[in-house]
């Protein structure tokens, strides 16, 4: 259907700023809304970010005015600039993007590996 694949994780010290991407392919005029998530070890999964396909975008309280979500639909790619990085931002991130045709199903990619080091 669709596959997602995110990349631009890394090892970054405490301050930093790290880009994610996540490419779409396959079926990617089902998609709308697209997000990002992460886990941190221990942790449940959490919403980080999401941008519609009009492109609203909303953000958890702790990264507000610090990361930011885009996308550009011609690319089928949605971002995730991480700017002031803090050790609690280390986490996988994971890529999710909803079909726009069968609700209530979600695509999630593999994950990426933030590390922030203090």
């Known amino acids: 259907q669709v596959q997602l694949v995110e990349s631009g994780g890394g090892l970054v010290q405490a301050g930093g700023s790290l880009r994610l991407s996540c490419a779409a392919s396959g079926r990617f005029f089902r998609i709308s809304d697209m997000a990002w998530y992460r886990q941190a070890p221990g942790k449940r999964r959490e919403l980080v970010a999401r941008i519609t396909r009009s492109g609203s975008t909303d953000y958890t309280d702790s990264v507000q005015g610090r990361f930011t979500i885009s996308r550009d639909n011609a690319k089928n790619t949605v971002y995730l600039q991480m700017n002031s990085l803090k050790p609690e931002d280390a986490a996988v991130y994971y890529c999710?993007?909803?079909?726009?045709?069968?609700?209530?199903?979600?695509?999630w990619g593999k994950g990426t590996l933030v590390t922030v080091s203090s």
């Open positions: 999710n993007a909803a079909d726009v045709l069968v609700p209530g199903t979600d695509y």
